[in-house]
């Protein structure tokens, strides 16, 4: 068994099938994003991280997978770099962070509630996983695109000097820019 299937053995033990989310449930979600960005040319570490993305909830899905103090499963599962990219992508508080991402480089803990500065590459995959998960939402339900459709637009171009250049044309072309 692969190192993919055995996290994706796993997700599904941990309930995410059973789990509501755009375009059907969470499995599935985690499973498009993961391969959406493997499409996109991005690092096995980031693939690793888009299948487990939410494992520790988001400040958009607030539903857990796994509790944060046992981190280590995690990690065993895909890489310390995956699993520091999935804490960081389930920490960022988005209201406080993702607007001046680009200007100060710094994601706001809502977990430990202080700043952290992710390195560069750190800072890239975060914002590659960040737009693709919008991505898969958008394109499971148009609602979210006829809603917050603008807002992405503005906030992705604004990503832009900091995200992948292919992330940054996948998103043009589903936002029809």
């Known amino acids: 068994m692969s190192t993919d299937d055995g996290v994706r053995a ?16 969470l499995y599935a979600h985690l499973c498009r994003v993961s391969e959406r960005l493997a499409v996109l040319g991005c690092a096995r570490d980031v ?3 888009g299948l487990t ?9 607030d539903v857990t997978l796994l509790d944060r103090a046992d981190r280590a499963v995690l990690r065993d599962l895909v890489g310390a770099d995956a699993e520091e990219l999935v804490y960081l992508y389930g920490a960022c508080d988005r209201g406080r962070s993702w607007q001046e991402l680009t200007r100060t480089g710094e994601v706001f803990d809502r977990f430990a509630r202080q700043v952290r500065t992710p390195g560069e590459t750190q800072l890239r995959s975060l914002v590659d996983l960040s737009i693709v998960n919008e991505l898969d939402v958008i394109e499971q339900d148009p609602a979210v695109a006829d809603r917050h459709g603008a807002y992405f637009r503005e906030l992705f171009a604004s990503w ?18």
């Open 160 to 177: 832009a000097p900091i995200a992948s250049e292919q992330v940054i044309s996948d998103a043009q072309r589903v936002l029809r820019q």
């Open 47 to 49: 693939q690793a991280a």
């Open 53 to 61: 993305h939410a494992v520790y909830g988001t400040d958009g899905f």
């Open 10 to 25: 796993w997700l599904r033990r941990q309930g995410a099938e059973q789990i509501a989310h755009p375009g059907g449930n």
